[in-house]
């Protein structure tokens, strides 16, 4: 994401309840990256805030896998 000189807002503290599939998740994000919990799931909401930038402009999502094949990801 490129820089921009928006003001950000200050943190903020939430208290949410996780599904058993984003628990598991994110307790393997913890596990291969070394992040913590809070950092895990910040980058997660800001790709996932990108990705629906990009898409509400019309762009689509598209993974290539080491042979080079191409695949749409569908975010719902």
Known sequence: MAPTNRRLPASERYSVTLVPP??????????????TKTDVINRAVQIYAF??????????????????????????
């Not at 990705?51 to 719902?76: F, K």
């Open 51 to 76: 990705l629906e930038e990009r898409m509400a402009e019309g762009s689509e999502v598209v993974l290539r896998d080491p042979n080079g094949q191409y695949e749409r990801v569908h975010i719902v």
């Open 22 to 35: 984003a628990v598991e998740a994110i307790g393997k994000l913890v596990e291969v990256t070394g992040l």
